[in-house]
């Protein structure tokens, strides 16, 4: 049986065959450099001295001794040593010096952790490729900070978002059994007030898995008309769009695109309640598909309260509250915008959001 025959016993013997270290591959490298220089001008020297001493020898009636030829050979052979020695030395302090910057960037990189994330490597010096290596991680380090406080505080939003229904079901159930003369009536309001928080926490756990969906990307792709969806989504908003007293206006062309029809239609159904639900009193809510430039373009806009242009970035952020008048409401999840973003930058596509002057908000999707 050969070795071929087990790949496993060969993936073992090439690891230990270990690599040199970096500073010892340069080492080697400036050396072997030096070198190339240096020894064939030793040897070129040692010729031409050999040289001259054959023409003393024959133009001499008496022979010099063979002692100086050989001084002469050892003294060659004593300043290549040196040569060699001194080059080899040189070499390994310059690369040493050279490497002390990534040195400094390993032990500090080594001891930043998902934890300590604060740390910095802070290089300073020459503007040169380890000190640019050193800026790059810097950036990523303080990226990845930012990434993980912002996943701790969503998840701590998402937390007490859970816990709120919980406990409101909770409270509600306590308050009616420990109430001995509760009434059928008032058991009944009970029950019908525990299962709306049931469904309200059931949307938000809907909604916090549609966003992992979308976050995740996209797995399967068909074509899809965004007219059909939207068309869809309106027709299932209908009985809220009248109790709300909101008139919707529909513009749908045909609009196909590649994509993901779920996390479309979710994305579409959360603009819609969005506009719905941060409307006002007969407003009207706009759609609108259509290709512009052969890309799928949708368009959501509504009436509602006025919001200030430097706030509309909070809107696409999980849980987050603009104050009194625009939040989450009791049937609302505070996700709404944040799964439209998150299905948009799975589809690639570019989406923009800019408020009314007066009042309410301007949605685009345009699909690569």
């Given at each position: 049986m050969n070795a071929a025959s087990h790949p496993t016993v060969i993936g073992r013997a090439r690891r230990h065959l270990r690599r040199p270290s970096l500073r010892v591959q340069l080492t080697a490298l400036y050396a072997?450099?030096?070198?190339?220089?240096?020894?064939?001008?030793?040897?070129?020297?040692?010729?031409?001295?050999?040289?001259?001493?054959?023409?003393?020898?024959?133009?001499d009636a008496?022979?010099?001794?063979?002692?100086?030829?050989?001084?002469?050979?050892?003294?060659?052979?004593?300043?290549?040593?040196?040569?060699?020695?001194?080059?080899?030395?040189?070499?390994?302090?310059?690369?040493?010096?050279?490497?002390?910057?990534l040195r400094a960037m390993t032990a500090t990189a080594q001891e930043i952790s998902a934890t300590n994330l604060n740390r910095r490597l802070g290089l300073h010096g020459p503007d040169d490729e380890?000190?640019?290596l050193g800026r790059t991680l810097d950036d990523l380090f303080e990226r990845l900070d930012s990434s993980f406080a912002a996943q701790r505080h969503f998840v701590a939003n998402a937390s007490h978002e859970l816990r709120t229904p919980l406990a409101g079901q909770r409270a509600v159930l306590q308050v009616a059994l420990a109430?001995?003369?509760?009434?059928?009536a008032s058991l009944r309001a009970a029950c019908e007030e525990a299962l709306g928080l049931g469904e309200r926490q059931e949307r938000l756990i809907d909604a916090l898995l549609t966003l992992a969906e979308g976050q995740k990307g996209i797995e399967h792709r068909e074509v899809v008309d965004l007219a059909d969806v939207t068309n869809r989504?309106?027709?299932?908003?209908?009985?809220?769009?009248?109790?709300?007293?909101?008139?919707?206006q529909a513009s749908l062309d045909p609009a196909p695109l590649s994509g993901d029809p779920h996390?479309?239609?979710?994305?579409?159904?959360?603009?819609?309640?969005?506009?719905?639900?941060?409307?006002?009193?007969?407003?009207?809510?706009?759609?609108?598909?259509?290709?512009?430039?052969?890309?799928?373009?949708?368009?959501?806009?509504?009436?509602g309260p006025t919001i200030r242009s430097q706030d509309v970035r909070r809107l696409f952020?999980?849980?987050?509250?603009?104050?009194?008048?625009?939040?989450?409401?009791?049937?609302?999840?505070?996700?709404g915008l944040v799964i439209v973003q998150a299905v948009a930058e799975a589809h690639g596509a570019q989406l923009t959001a800019h408020?009314?002057?007066?009042?309410?908000?301007?949605?685009?999707?345009?699909?690569?």
């Open positions: 072997g450099l030096v070198l190339a220089v240096i020894v064939p001008m030793l040897l070129v020297a040692g010729f031409l001295l050999g040289r001259g001493q054959a023409r003393l020898r024959a133009g008496v022979p010099p001794p063979d002692t100086a030829t050989q001084q002469v050979d050892a003294a060659l052979a004593t300043v290549a040593v040196i040569v060699v020695v001194l080059t080899a030395l040189t070499a390994w302090w310059l690369a040493g010096r050279i490497l002390r910057p380890l000190v640019k109430d001995p003369d509760a009434s059928e989504v309106m027709m299932s908003r209908g009985a809220e769009a009248s109790r709300r007293s909101i008139t919707v996390l479309i239609a979710s994305m579409i159904g959360n603009l819609v309640d969005n506009a719905l639900r941060h409307n006002v009193p007969d407003g009207h809510v706009t759609i609108a598909t259509e290709l512009t430039n052969g890309h799928a373009r949708l368009s959501v806009g509504n009436t952020q999980p849980f987050q509250r603009l104050g009194t008048e625009r939040t989450h409401t009791a049937d609302g999840h505070g996700l408020p009314r002057p007066e009042g309410g908000l301007d949605v685009t999707v345009l699909f690569d």
